[in-house]
Each structure stands twice: as structure tokens, then as C-alpha cells.
């Protein structure tokens, strides 16, 4: 697989814009599913994205367009003649144009709307009253759904009509449409027709709330027996349910969106995306890290006669803020899974406060020996050797407590630790490193 | 839901020891779900966590040991009984061994083996055939499988007698094992008990491979329309199934382990382990980060003169090498996350590299202009500006170049870039970032 994968994007790169004529492509594109053909186009630069893109099936391209992240799929979008994107916009169901709004102008998503059926209209009407971090907002609406007075024929009936992926679930609702019961369609198999749905409740199945986060109820759908959870509105009524296939979507994307953030990157960017706008996404980035440097440098700059006075502080300098930038971000990412996983909050905090000062404690006195030692015998010169590893127990410890500390902090203030912690955090390293080295350093080797 | 939460693990850490006592907490407990209460028992300091685990059912403890992360998990077992150990050994099927497996010594695992039926004994054995990276030490065998040439009415008799969870699919097999097909039970609704499975096949099925890796085959689960693939051994005998549970619990240890990975830690590492145990599982990455910097100070001392003449080399020499470090991490994640998505290969590295050079090019002209400013007027000396603006132009563009190659050899050997990408990269950008700075300050402004 792996090694056909990769034999068929060096095909790709290397045809370039002959990719239409490549017969051989073409039916090994076909084999793949949609999302891996979507994954492939976003792994060719643009001009051999949009060969290939043309060459595809017509069926499977809007497919494969809907799968693709935001930031490639605009170059594809960008290239659309008019009648290519009429076509586009008459086919999409309120899920699909979902997936798109966030690529497409106000106008084009009016003029999608407008081409739906009214009930589609009135689906993505609906989504579009939660925001993207919502739960309802990702709610598929096809769901298996029957009165509660309903029995084990009117279920049958309905099952031979249709039944959409993922749906091992028959909701019961009332009257007014709010969630009286869900139904495991394995029970059915061994049950008269004349049986009530109601006699076959099950309990235990979770049941979402749309305004809760989405991906909280995406990781209930991930863990459920069952491979769709039904959602409610804040009336209770069943307004559909969140799928196994979103559910992994959106969980994926989670994790996928902390990675890039750790880098002060889009999650969307484009791996050939154009020079200029990658450089200014990273652009942001780069500045806020200047300013911490810069602040770095000034309390450095405290201390300039010190530094010409004793040269090798300059030296070893870099050492005491890397250890404190290292110890602090193993606690930072301790605490960034534990406030992912729910596990860290007010109630914890202190013990792990107390653990983890009690950790840095450790390895610090004994790392501080470790450096204190090698700069003795490097420097010749004892003194040294004790103001770098007091320096460095100090930055150490100070890293421990900064780094439980500043993602409560940041969480509180409902600012993803995993985007601004590290820099926080290493700011806070490198100032406290460079004033106790530096200032340890003037008070006894000046 | 959060609130609550908070509340428990908060009355949890206050009562202590209490807790076996405290019936609301009980009771509360009972309502979530296993893996909840699991994540609730990590979070808890180890007192707490025992006294808590105590005051489980005795049913619903072994469940919650099971999803608990191998670590914490650890302390638990080391306090139980001789009874207690037996207890769990005797229940367990061969599932449940697997993962509890690390936590067991061999003479347990022998003893918990030779309490199973020679089924569940068969199925452990052949998960062990395969390691943890492999499909096939996760698949599960409690399938619902009938011969090819079976009718709808026996699909029905088995489907009336059993229905483990996420089996949405009725897998074929021919005389000696082999898998013949797959047949989904939507489609059973609608089809008289006469026809034959055979006639019902969808083909569309992908079938996984035993010796492949999990985390591929989980994806592929996670994306495929039903809720369990079917897997074979190298022989095309099905051996059993992924299914989509497993397939998740498999994509979010992934991510979580790259998370921890990248800040040297162990996926598994308790929040409230042993102090001793935590430091020690973070010195080994202190250490290698301590050799590292050691390296970037010896550079800096081949510049020893030049500081003593020049301290505002060593005043703004971490500001070179920070903005280094922060756009090459920056092209490493887009790496790490390409490679993670099989997207960059050989194929089109060169197309990456020349891209990234090119963002690097344009960031680092940019930065390189902004500093040299500040640098200029703050230290009063054109020169300096000149010499800094050069040095954070390298380096940025250094940062490019290893960002893109660093993770694609280390991805060539076996290395995970996530892990040791980012310590390589910033030991380069520290020491092109130092060179280039205190050289190019020795040549022009000594």
C-alpha cells in the first residue's frame, strides 16, 4: 500500500500536467476511497493538484472536494470555471454545503441553499444555529426515528426503505418531537412484529445535548456501543445524532489542529500552498516570539558588565535556559493532556502542584550537580560551577511551577494552552534562567 | 456535565480516605460510565485513587482497570491482595488479558491463561503472534461469520442468538477459512430467508491485513461506512475483525502518545506517580538535551575574545537563535504532520523543500530587516544591525532546510520525528544561529 502510494505521487509530480492522459493514474486513483484520493491531491503542488483533480471522475470529484482541508482546497476552488461550480452547487445537501461554507462566499452558499430541497434548507438552517465548536452543529439529520407508540413492524417497514450508514439506533419520540426512547436495531432480530417499540427501550444509550461542546460528545460517540448517539435541543427534542464517522472526524481534527497550534500554525495550511501566504500565517508567530526574545535580551542587557568582566556566563548562559525550557514543557504537556482529558481542575491542582515541584526539585539538584561539575572543570574555576548549578536548580524549579500554573491560567481564560503555553512558558525560563545566572554571577564572580 | 465533574474529583481529594463512606460519591460514580470513572481514577492522588477504587463495585472494578493507562493502573494493582489478584485473573477473556498484559508479570499472564477455555487461550496466543504495532494483536475474534454458501434464515438464527457490539456485518468464509466475502446486515431487512449470503455480498468492503500496521488499519476503520472490517493472516484466513472501538482507542493513543513523545515523556506517565519514578522517566531527556546545549556553549566559547570586545553579541545572540528555532519548528510540523498522513515521501520532497526555502526566504528577509533595525538603533551601531540581520537570515533559512530533511531521515530510519526531531533541529538552529551571529560579529565588528 504504502510503497503503491508513493509510486503513484511520484507518478503524479513527475507527469505533471500530462496526469489526464495517464490511464495508468487514473484507474489507481480509482481504487482509492474518496478520502485518500483527497489526502493525495493535497500532497501534489498546485499545478499537478489541479491535473489530477481534472482527471478524476465527475461523480467522485465533489466527493473527494468535500474531504479535502480548507486551505487546498480553495487553490481548487480558485480554478473553477463558472459551469463547474454551478454543478458543484447543485448537487450539495446541507451536510456537504456545511463542509463548504467555510470555502465559499456568502452569495455562492445563498445561491446552494437555494437549489435544496426545503427540508435540506431547513437542516442546514438548523446546524448554522450552533457555532462550530457546538455539538449541534455537526448533527447528521437522516436518523432512524419512529413515534413511541410504535411497534416491531412499523420498525421493519421502515428498515426496508432505508437505512443510512451508521445508524444501529431507532429513536422514539412523542408528540411534540422530544426523545422518549432509543432502540438497539439488534434487538429486533429475535422480536414478533406485534411487540411494542416502548417494551424494548434500551437505558443505557447517552443521549447529546446540541449546545454542549462538540467534541466532548464526539468522544461519548467514540466510546458508545453503538454507532450513533442521538442529540437533543434544549427542549429535549430530537434534532438527529452524531455519527461514528464525524465523530472520528472531529476528534482527528482536534488533535491534529493542537499539533499545528503547538507550532503557532493553521491546522488548513497547505502543504503547497503559496509562498507568500504560508510565510504570512507563520508570520504572527514569528513575531510574538521576537518580542519574548527581545525581552530576554533586554534583562540580559542588565547585565553587560557583568558580561564583560566574565565571559564564560556568556558561554553557559544557553545551558540554564534550556534546561528550564525543557523541565517546563514536560510539565506543560503533562498538563495539556490532563486538561484535554478533563483530568486536571481546581480540585487537583495543588497536589499536583506539590508533585510536580517536588519532580523539578529532584531532577533538578540533580542536574545542577551534573552541569556544576562539567563547568568547574571546564572553567577551571569552582565558582562558576556553583552559580551555574544554583542557577539552573532555581530555573528548574521555577519551571515546574510555571508550567502548572500557566496552563490553568490560560485555561481559564479560555485560551488553548497548546497554541501561547510554550512561549509563556519559555519566556519565562529564559528571563528567570538569564537574571539568576547573570545576577548570581555578578553578585560572586565579579 | 464539567461542573459535576469538578465537584467529584473535588470531594474526592478533600475526604480522602473517607471515601469508601461517602455514599453521594458512590453514587455518582456509578452513573458514569467505565472509562469515565477510569479517567476520574488517574486524576485522583494515589490515596485518594485507592480509597476510591476500594469503593467500586466489585463488578464494575475490573472494567474501570481495564481503561485505565498502564501506569496509574500500576499502583492500583500493587496494592492488591492475593484474593484480589485472583479474582481478576479468573474473570478475564483473552481481550482483557492483552491489555492488561504489561501490567502482569509472565507468571500471572500463565496463571490468568490457564483459567480461559481453550477458545479465548487460542485467541491470545494468536494476538501474540503479532506486536503492538500490528493489526492483528488488536483484532477481535467474536465475529459474526457463516459459511459462504449460508442462507438469510441462518444469518437470522445467528443474529437471534447473538449480536456482540459494532458487528454490523456478516462475514463469509470458505471450507478451509478463508474469507469469501461480507454482507452487511442492513441488508438482511429486506431479503426472504431463502436467498443465499452469497447473493448479498458487497464488495466494497476493504479488507485488512493481520501483519499491517494498526494505526493504518485503525484509519482505515474509522473512515470505512461499517463498524468493523474484517482481518486476515497472510493466508487470506480471517482471523477476526477491527472494530471501530478498538480503532479509536488505537488513533487517540497515537496522538496522545506524539503529544507526550514530543516533550520526551511516556504516553502512559501518571499524573501522580511516584516523585522518584516521574524524574526518572524525564532525566533521560534532560539529559540528551543537556549534551545538546553543552554542544551549542562550546561554539559559543570559540567566540570567547569577540564577546569580552563585543557584549552586545551575547546581549542578542538568543535572539538569533530563537527565531531559528521557531520558523524551523514550524516547517518540522507541517513535516511531522505530512509524514503522520503519508503525504510527503520521496515523491515530492524536493517540490517541499524548494517551498519551504522560499517561505523561509521571504519570513527571513523580512525578520531579518525588522531586528536589524532594533538591534541598530538600540545598540546605536549600524553594524551590528547589519551583522544580526545577515546571521537571523540564515538561520532562518537553515531552520527550512532541516526542518524539511531532519524529520525525512529520520522518518527513513525507523526514528519517530516527533520524538527527536525537535531537539536535532533546535541544536542546529542554536548552533548555525551562534556561528553565524558571533562569526560574522568577529569579522566586522572586532
Known amino acids: 500500500m504504502s510503497t503503491e502510494w508513493k509510486e503513484l505521487v511520484g507518478n503524479l509530480v ?3 500536467d500530462n496526469a489526464t492522459s495517464d490511464l495508468e493514474t487514473v484507474i489507481a486513483l480509482k481504487q482509492q476511497d474518496t478520502e485518500e484520493v483527497a489526502l493525495l ?16 471522475d465527475s461523480e467522485e470529484r465533489f466527493a473527494v472536494l468535500l474531504q479535502m482541508r480548507a486551505d487546498p482546497r480553495e487553490r481548487i476552488l480558485d480554478d473553477f470555471s463558472k459551469e463547474e461550480l454551478d454543478d458543484l452547487l447543485t448537487g450539495l445537501d446541507a451536510s456537504e454545503l456545511l463542509e463548504l461554507a467555510d470555502s465559499l462566499s456568502p452569495r455562492l452558499i445563498e445561491r446552494a441553499l437555494n437549489r435544496m430541497d426545503e427540508q435540506q434548507q431547513q437542516w442546514y438552517l438548523s446546524a448554522q444555529q450552533y457555532n462550530e465548536a457546538q455539538g449541534g452543529h455537526w448533527a447528521r439529520h437522516d436518523t432512524l426515528a419512529l413515534p413511541q407508540n410504535a411497534r416491531v413492524r412499523d420498525a421493519l417497514r421502515l428498515l426496508r426503505r432505508r437505512h443510512p450508514e451508521h445508524r444501529d439506533t431507532i429513536f422514539l419520540t412523542d408528540r411534540v418531537g422530544k426523545l422518549a426512547g432509543c432502540v438497539l436495531l439488534s434487538e429486533l432480530w429475535a422480536q414478533p412484529e406485534h411487540i411494542s417499540l416502548a417494551e424494548l427501550v434500551e437505558d443505557s444509550v447517552p443521549v447529546l445535548q446540541a449546545q454542549d461542546a462538540a467534541l466532548e460528545s464526539a468522544l461519548k460517540v467514540q466510546t458508545a ?5 442521538p442529540m437533543v435541543d434544549a427542549q429535549d427534542k430530537l434534532i438527529g445524532c452524531l455519527d461514528i464517522t464525524t465523530a472520528c472526524e472531529l476528534v482527528n481534527e482536534f488533535h491534529e489542529a493542537k499539533l499545528m497550534a503547538s507550532a503557532g500554525m493553521d491546522e488548513n495550511e497547505d502543504l503547497f500552498g503559496p509562498v507568500r501566504k504560508s510565510a504570512q500565517g507563520r508570520a504572527v508567530w514569528l513575531g510574538i516570539n521576537l518580542l519574548t526574545a527581545f525581552a530576554a535580551s533586554w534583562f540580559i542587557g542588565l547585565f553587560e558588565a557583568t558580561l564583560q568582566q566574565v565571559v564564560a556566563l556568556a558561554v553557559l548562559m544557553p545551558v540554564v535556559a534550556s534546561m528550564g525550557g525543557i523541565s517546563g514543557s514536560q510539565t506543560l504537556t503533562l498538563m495539556i493532556r490532563g486538561l484535554a482529558l478533563r483530568q486536571v481542575s481546581s480540585a487537583n491542582r495543588n497536589v499536583l502542584l506539590k508533585k510536580e515541584l517536588s519532580v523539578g526539585l529532584l531532577n533538578g539538584v540533580i ?19 556553583l552559580v551555574i548549578g544554583v542557577a539552573i536548580l532555581l530555573n528548574i524549579v521555577a519551571a515546574a511551577l510555571s508550567g502548572v500554573i500557566i496552563p490553568v491560567v490560560l485555561d481559564k481564560l ?14 519565562v525560563t529564559d528571563i528567570v534562567g538569564f537574571v539568576a545566572f547573570l545576577g548570581l554571577g555578578t553578585l560572586f564572580l565579579v
Open 225 to 229: 456501543k453503538i454507532a450513533s448517539l
Open 41 to 56: 491531491l493535497e500532497s501534489l503542488p498546485i499545478e499537478q493538484r489541479l491535473a489530477t483533480w481534472r482527471s478524476l
Open 414 to 427: 479560555r485560551i488553548d494552552p497548546a497554541l501561547s503555553g510554550s512561549v509563556i512558558l519559555t519566556t
Open 14 to 16: 513527475e507527469d505533471g
Open 367 to 385: 542536574w545542577a550537580t551534573v552541569v556544576g561539575i562539567v563547568a568547574s572543570l571546564w572553567f577551571s574555576d569552582n565558582a562558576i560551577g
